[in-house]
């Protein structure tokens, strides 16, 4: 080794545990406490509604809700499925969710196209319009939307009553109303980041407005669809309040608020309707088991785009 080599200075490699290791390291070490914290809060309720729907009714009576059990048994989710006739009540949720999320993501994709790629002076007025929508509380127009529905006439074969009210044909339109905005909100977001030179070779090679918007901002849009049809499967299929407010017929609302019809009124067990609860929750489940890829591909969209 020559003295050349001796005489040249080191290079001192970082240390591991340097001054900015401790704070680094807490910090990670409380974002997974939250994260545990937050996972055990979210699936605590779950769990304790499963407990209870697998105990007795005579065994919570006796010994409360909170202690331990003296014997598990899956009747009440038998009693459930046949008392409340859940599969004509399961059918009533599909006609109403199914095509109101058909409707929501057909109508936001135009219209989020039309505001992005069509040069219009009004387009960021109309979003913003369609944006405002969701800030308005439901129970704000409750009073004016339910005197509307009494007025509004349609044909038989939309409302055996002959009205917008009592008629599953209100409860799409109403769900599908106050999407809407949010979905025009985050598809319009989305497609801003399609790269503008995909429409212009589009345009060089004669590609009409229909084509473009079918044959090429559709596909690219997919996983976007695919979460929005996600989030809009759960809130459609859980909505309480419009099925109870617009609808006086019980055979016709929802599975959600159906559930009320378990409900006595002097006694409830709590352990039947936590049961049909816990049927009723299964369909979402399903569908985020069946989108979930999509569904986290949308959630991440431009994450890595600068």
């Not at 929501?104 to 790629?117: D, M, N, P, Y």
Request: aromatic share 12%; proline share 5%.
């Amino acid at each position: 080794m020559s003295s050349e080599t001796l005489s040249r200075p080191r290079t001192e490699s970082p240390r591991v545990g340097g001054p900015g290791a401790k704070p680094k390291l807490r910090g990670q070490i409380a974002s997974q406490a939250f994260l545990i914290i937050a996972s055990v809060l979210w699936i605590l309720p779950i769990l304790f509604a499963l407990y209870v729907a697998l105990r007795p009714y005579s065994d919570t009576s006796k010994y409360g809700y909170v202690s331990l059990p003296h014997h598990l048994t899956l009747q009440n989710f038998k009693d459930a499925w046949t008392q409340s006739d859940m599969l004509h009540f399961f059918w009533n949720s599909v006609l109403i969710t199914v095509p109101a999320v058909v409707i929501v993501l057909a109508l936001a994709a135009g219209v989020a196209f039309v505001l992005v790629r069509v040069n219009v002076k009004i387009n960021v007025a109309l979003l913003i319009i369609f944006t405002a929508g969701n800030l308005l509380p439901q129970q704000v127009i409750i009073t004016p939307l339910y005197r509307i529905y009494l007025k509004i006439t349609l044909p038989h074969f939309l409302s055996d009553s002959g009205l917008m009210y009592n008629s599953i044909f209100g409860l799409i339109v109403i769900n599908v109303s106050f999407q809407l905005g949010f979905c025009v909100f985050v598809l319009s977001n989305y497609m801003k980041s399609i790269p503008g030179e995909m429409y212009e070779a589009a345009l060089v090679d004669g590609a009409s407005l229909w084509t473009r918007f079918w044959r090429l901002t559709v596909p690219l849009c997919r996983p976007a669809l695919a979460a929005l049809a996600t989030l809009l499967t759960t809130w459609i299929y859980n909505d309480f309040f419009w099925a109870i407010t617009l609808m006086s017929s019980g055979d016709k609302r929802p599975v959600t608020s159906a559930l009320a019809n378990l409900q006595g009124q002097f006694v409830s067990n709590q352990n039947l309707i936590a049961a049909a609860a816990m049927i009723a929750a299964v369909p979402t489940l399903v569908v985020y088991l069946c989108l979930q890829r999509q569904f986290i591909a949308g959630l991440s969209l431009g994450s890595s785009k600068g």
